[in-house]
C-alpha cells in the first residue's frame, strides 16, 4: 500500500523558514517524480516544485529563489525548504507521487501539512 506522509508544517513569521518533508512508502519513491503542491482557501491547487528521479528540479516563478526541493533516495523522503517566507505562501501543502511513463502509471497524494505565514 503507498502512503505519502507530509510533515514540517507550522506557523512562521514572514521572513522566516521551514522545511516539509514526505515520506514514502510503498516501493514507488525511485520510479516517481515528486512533487510539492499548495492549495490556499479559495484557490485551485497549484504545483509549487517537483523533483524528477534524476534530481532535476522545476519551480513556480513566485518560489523561485526562495523554495529548494530536494529529494533523498535511499530514505524514501522529498523535502522542501522554504526561506524567506511570505503571507501569500500561507497554504495546505500536499506531496505528490507520479509516474507517467512505464508502467504501472499512478498519481498518489498526502494528506497535507498546513503552512501559515504571518506577516
Known amino acids: 500500500q503507498v502512503q505519502l506522509v507530509e510533515s514540517g508544517g507550522d506557523l512562521v513569521q514572514a521572513g522566516g523558514s521551514l522545511r516539509l518533508s514526505c515520506a514514502a512508502s510503498?516501493?514507488?519513491?525511485?520510479?516517481?517524480?515528486m512533487g510539492w503542491y499548495r492549495q490556499a482557501p479559495g484557490k485551485q491547487r497549484e504545483l509549487v516544485a517537483s523533483?524528477?528521479?534524476?534530481?532535476?528540479?522545476n519551480y513556480v516563478d513566485s518560489v523561485k529563489g526562495r523554495f529548494t526541493i530536494s529529494r533523498d533516495n535511499a530514505k524514501n523522503t522529498v523535502y522542501l525548504q522554504m526561506n524567506s517566507l511570505k503571507s501569500e505562501d500561507t497554504a495546505v501543502y500536499y506531496c505528490?507521487?507520479?509516474?507517467?511513463?512505464?508502467?504501472?502509471?499512478?498519481?498518489?497524494w498526502g494528506q497535507g501539512t498546513q503552512v501559515t505565514v504571518s506577516s
Open positions: 505528490n507521487a507520479r509516474r507517467t511513463t512505464g508502467w504501472p502509471k499512478y498519481d498518489y
Open positions: 510503498g516501493n514507488i519513491f525511485g520510479f516517481s517524480i
Open positions: 523533483i524528477s528521479t534524476s534530481g532535476m528540479a
